[in-house]
């Protein structure tokens, strides 16, 4: 499968990034902006490399009040950072434990950080600090009288909203996903092992044009509620159910939905389940709009997941943000409260328990448009599907 878009981001994607970035930090008092974590780094500067899985040496990027960003990272990345947007890059012989970088940060912040010298550093929900704890506390000492100040607003606000660029990469990979589990009835068949199951749709969306596939879950059975777990030796047979759920990727930018299919044939309640989940999500598409909010899809969902009859949902979400992960802010929860905003990509996920350790879960993806959601992953069947 070719590529139908453009893969990384011309200058000027990551010179609206900066500048964003910049208003808000300037309205916020802030001086500077720290982050250190790889979607962060990779969202500022286009710092793109499967590096991040060695946890050995840390990475930081500052953002100035005005200008391009400043990296500040071990000297083996240096030649990468250069090929980037990103004009100064500082580097250090990594790993060294005894100042891992911490002296040049320093120097960095004191050159940039201004009078102030309140540095904004992501501290709030669904955000790390990575270097060792130790290395913080130092810093701080460090850059005295200067401080870190929570600006976890920034970069959420700077993600939750996505550009055109960004928003046809994760359309691409789900086109692509889309496009596999369509294909799953050629592909799969009574007689498998849940691992052969796995590893098959693993290799068939790579072949379709994922460059990876690092999240897949799933089960087989009559009923499930582990979602989430590791494919084991499990013989599938007729009557049974699979659900495979993947966050596949594409240029950085990930898919997140599922499908259920079951094999020959399926139970009352399993059809009821899935037709009620199914509906679930079509309530809380008809509510995606500017200006609702992320209790709205939650509870125009939990409304059609109460009268098909749930046993309860224990997932605590029915939907997240999407972008550069597979779960980004907001959360679609009772109380969380997020107003959309045109340009936010979503997944709808209800999901309830119609019997005793049964789970039904279903998912889509989307953004958010003037006029409403446009889908992104193909929409599901109306009624479960059936692998003969």
């Not at 011309?10 to 500048?19: N, T």
């Not at 047979?237 to 659900?243: A, C, R």
């Not at 929860?333 to 039904?360: I, K, S």
């Not at 006029?371 to 193909?378: H, M, P, Y």
Request: proline fraction near 7%.
């Amino acid at each position: 499968m070719t590529d139908r878009v453009e893969r990384g981001f011309p200058v000027e994607e990551f010179e609206a990034r900066a500048e964003r970035a910049q208003r808000m930090l300037a309205d916020s008092g802030l001086d500077a902006l720290l982050v250190c974590t790889e979607p962060e780094v990779r969202y500022f500067t286009g710092f793109h490399t499967p590096f991040w899985q060695s946890p050995t040496r840390p990475w930081f990027v500052v953002l100035p009040l005005s200008g391009r960003p400043i990296a500040v990272i071990p000297g083996i990345g240096a030649s990468a950072m250069a090929g980037t947007w990103v004009e100064d890059v500082r580097t250090w012989p990594a790993p060294r434990p005894e100042d891992d970088g911490l002296a040049l940060l320093a120097e960095t912040l004191a050159e940039h950080a201004g009078p102030g010298g309140r540095i904004g550093l992501p501290m709030g929900p669904e955000t790390h600090v990575r270097m060792p704890l130790a290395d913080l506390d130092a810093l701080r000492e460090e850059i005295r009288p200067k401080v870190f100040v929570d600006a976890t607003h920034v970069v959420r606000s700077l993600r939750m909203v996505k550009s055109e660029r960004e928003v046809a990469k994760v359309a691409h990979i789900c086109s692509v996903v889309s496009d596999g589990f369509e294909g799953i009835p050629m592909l799969l068949s009574a007689g498998m092992t849940e691992r052969e199951a796995f590893s098959a749709f693993r290799m068939d969306l790579l072949r379709r044009g994922a460059d990876e596939v690092p999240y897949l879950v799933g089960a087989t059975g009559p009923g499930f509620d582990d979602i989430i777990k590791q494919p084991s030796d499990r013989v599938i047979v007729d009557g049974d159910l699979v659900m495979f759920d993947t966050g596949s990727i594409f240029d950085g930018y990930s898919s997140d939905f599922d499908r259920y299919y079951a094999f020959g044939w399926a139970d009352d309640g399993a059809r009821r389940a899935y037709k009620t989940v199914w509906e679930a999500t079509e309530a809380g598409l008809a509510t995606v709009r500017p200006g609702a909010t992320t209790s709205d899809l939650w509870r125009a969902m939990a409304t059609v997941l109460d009268a098909g009859g749930s046993l309860g949902n224990s997932v605590g979400r029915m939907g997240h943000g999407l972008g550069m992960q597979v779960t980004e802010w907001p959360s679609n929860t009772a109380d969380d409260q997020t107003v959309l905003e045109e340009g936010m990509v979503l997944t709808l996920e209800p999901g309830l328990t119609w019997a005793p350790g049964r789970m039904m879960v279903h998912e889509e993806n989307l953004v958010v448009r003037a006029e409403g959601a446009e889908l992104l992953s193909r929409r599901a069947p109306a009624e479960l599907p059936l692998i003969s």
